[in-house]
C-alpha cells in the first residue's frame, strides 16, 4: 500500500517571502503521479500543480514549483512570492498509473502566509 | 471549467436518521468519489463509482453506502447516522480511469447530534 506523510502539520511565511512544504511517499511502483492540492479556508479544494514519475523536469505553475527526488520519494512544494492569498492547507496526493482510481492523501499542511 | 456541487455546505442531522448527500458534476466525468476529511488525518475515500450503477468501496466503507443512477449524480447515504460520523464530506470526479486529476466539490460539513 502506498502512503504520503507531510512532517509538517503547520507552517508560516512573511509575504512575499519562499517557503517549501516536504511531502514523502513510500511506493513499490514505478509508473505513477502526485499533486498538491490547495484548501483554503472554507474554500473548495483546487489543484495547484502535478508530477508524472516518468518526467525528470520538475513541474512548474506560475510561483509554485516542486523538487521532485524519485529516488528519495520526495516531493516537496516551493511558493515563491508568497500571497497572503496562498494561505490554507496543502495536500500532497500520490496515484499509481494506469486504471487505478485511489488518490492518496497525505495529512495536510496548514500554511498562513503574515502580512 | 468543471463544476462539482453539493447540495449543502452546512447539515445539522439527530443520531439513527438517514441522511443523503448529494453530488453533481457538469462535466460528462466517468468517476466519482466520496471522501471524508477529518483534522490531522487528511482525507479518506469512503467509496467511488467508475460508471453509472457501479460502485468499490474505498478505506472507510462502514456505516455508509452510495447510489449513482444517473451518470452526473453520486450519492452518499448514512443509513442510520452516528455522532462519530460528524465530518466534512467532500465530493469528486475525475474524467475517466486514465486521468487522475480529480475536481473537488466545495464540501458538506455534517454535524451529527
Known amino acids: 500500500a502506498q502512503t504520503v506523510t507531510q512532517s509538517q502539520p503547520e507552517m508560516s511565511v512573511q509575504e512575499a517571502e519562499t517557503v517549501t512544504l516536504s511531502c514523502t511517499y513510500d511506493?513499490?511502483?514505478?509508473?505513477?503521479?502526485l499533486f498538491w492540492y490547495k484548501q483554503p479556508p472554507s474554500r473548495q479544494m483546487i489543484l495547484v500543480i502535478r508530477?508524472?514519475?516518468?518526467?525528470?523536469q520538475n513541474a512548474t505553475e506560475n510561483r509554485f514549483s516542486v523538487n521532485f527526488q524519485k529516488a528519495a520519494k520526495s516531493f516537496s512544494l516551493k511558493i515563491s512570492d508568497s500571497q497572503l492569498g496562498d494561505t490554507a492547507m496543502y495536500f500532497c496526493?500520490?496515484?499509481?498509473?494506469?486504471?487505478?482510481?485511489?488518490?492518496?492523501f497525505g495529512k495536510g499542511t496548514l500554511l498562513t502566509v503574515n502580512p | 471549467d468543471v463544476k462539482v456541487t453539493q447540495s449543502s455546505r452546512y447539515l445539522v442531522k439527530r443520531t439513527g436518521e438517514k441522511v443523503f448527500l448529494e453530488c453533481v458534476q457538469d462535466?460528462?466525468?466517468?468517476?466519482m468519489f466520496w471522501y471524508r476529511q477529518d483534522p490531522g488525518l487528511g482525507l479518506r475515500l469512503i467509496y467511488f463509482?467508475?460508471?453509472?450503477?457501479?460502485?468499490e468501496k474505498g478505506d472507510i466503507p462502514e456505516g455508509y453506502s452510495v447510489s449513482r443512477e444517473k451518470k452526473e449524480r453520486f450519492s452518499l447515504i448514512l443509513e442510520s447516522a452516528s455522532t462519530n460520523q460528524t465530518s466534512m464530506y467532500l465530493c469528486?470526479?475525475?474524467?475517466?480511469?486514465?486521468?487522475?486529476?480529480?475536481?473537488f466539490g466545495p464540501g458538506t460539513r455534517l454535524t451529527v447530534t
Open positions: 469528486a470526479s475525475s474524467l475517466h480511469s486514465m486521468s487522475y486529476e480529480q475536481y
Open positions: 463509482s467508475y460508471d453509472v450503477k457501479m460502485k
Open positions: 462535466m460528462d466525468h466517468e468517476n
Open positions: 511506493t513499490s511502483e514505478n509508473n505513477y503521479y
Open positions: 496526493a500520490f496515484i499509481r498509473g494506469g486504471s487505478n482510481y485511489k488518490l492518496t
Open positions: 508530477q508524472e514519475a516518468y518526467k525528470q
